[in-house]
């Protein structure tokens, strides 16, 4: 069974139209992690979650923001895509993070995002 | 910053053989935690095995086994009789034990070839 869902599998859409990718998930984690992984790259972690505190990583641009109303969902906005931000956009869930008990993250199989 | 490296863009090996994945990494913490994920094509990202670096004995997960060498700062992948379903990207990561936010730092993977 799926634990970590993301939706949709691919999402077109126009340069500069907002776009919102959902993650969801099963496991009651306390931790939500959105990656960006660019065609042939490693993933670069854009933002996470631990409960309800938002951390943002310190480069990652202001065009993407992230929601999470409840445990369960996650997420990622883009308020105007560019054609450089066209990538597989991967969600991860850990119970805690890593520092407390090694806690591994679970991804789900991502977003295709493509720009027109 | 803590950087991860996997300089073998490709490897290919053949069905039943060994094949091993080198990673390599900079940190000048003491304390911190290694992982090997693995990424088929279209799916989600996997757990494939894990060092905590203040352990001297090298991680096994049935025929995945790693060689962690912490002085050398080498973290390489050791797959035994191989398997065509072991055809994927294989990324190395990073986790400092400082971090409170469980940040995984990824290599830029190597893409395994299995070949029948």
């Known amino acids: 069974d799926a634990m970590v869902i993301q939706n949709p599998r691919y999402q077109v859409t126009q340069f500069g139209k907002p776009v919102t990718l959902s993650c969801s998930q099963t496991?009651?984690?306390?931790?939500m992690y959105w990656y960006q992984q660019k065609s042939s790259q490693a993933p670069k972690l854009l933002f996470h979650?631990?409960?309800?505190?938002?951390?943002n990583e310190a480069d990652t641009p202001d065009n993407f923001q992230s929601r999470r109303p409840n445990t369960s969902f996650c997420f990622l906005d883009i308020r105007s895509p560019g054609l450089g931000d066209a990538a597989m956009y991967l969600c991860?869930?850990?119970?805690?993070?890593?520092?407390?008990?090694?806690?591994?993250?679970?991804f789900g199989d991502g977003t295709r995002l493509s720009i027109l | 910053a803590q950087t991860v490296t996997q300089s073998q863009p490709e490897m290919s090996v053949q069905e039943a053989e060994t094949v091993t994945l080198s990673c390599t990494y900079d940190?000048?913490?003491?304390?911190?935690?290694l992982f090997w994920y693995k990424q088929p094509p279209s799916r989600q990202m996997i757990l494939v095995i894990r060092?905590?670096?203040?352990?001297?004995q090298n991680a096994t997960e049935n025929r995945f086994s790693v060689n962690f060498q912490k002085a050398a700062k080498s973290f390489s992948l050791k797959i035994s009789d191989s398997q065509l379903g072991d055809a994927a990207m294989y990324f190395c990561?990073?986790?400092?034990?400082?971090?409170?936010?469980?940040?995984?730092?990824f290599g830029q993977g190597t893409t395994l070839q299995v070949k029948p």
């Open positions: 991860a869930t850990s119970r805690e993070p890593l520092t407390k008990g090694n806690q591994p993250q679970h």
């Open positions: 496991l009651n984690h306390n931790v």
């Open positions: 979650y631990y409960d309800k505190d938002f951390n």
């Open positions: 940190t000048s913490e003491s304390d911190y935690y």
């Open positions: 060092q905590e670096a203040y352990k001297q």
């Open positions: 990561a990073y986790n400092s034990d400082s971090s409170n936010t469980g940040k995984l730092i």
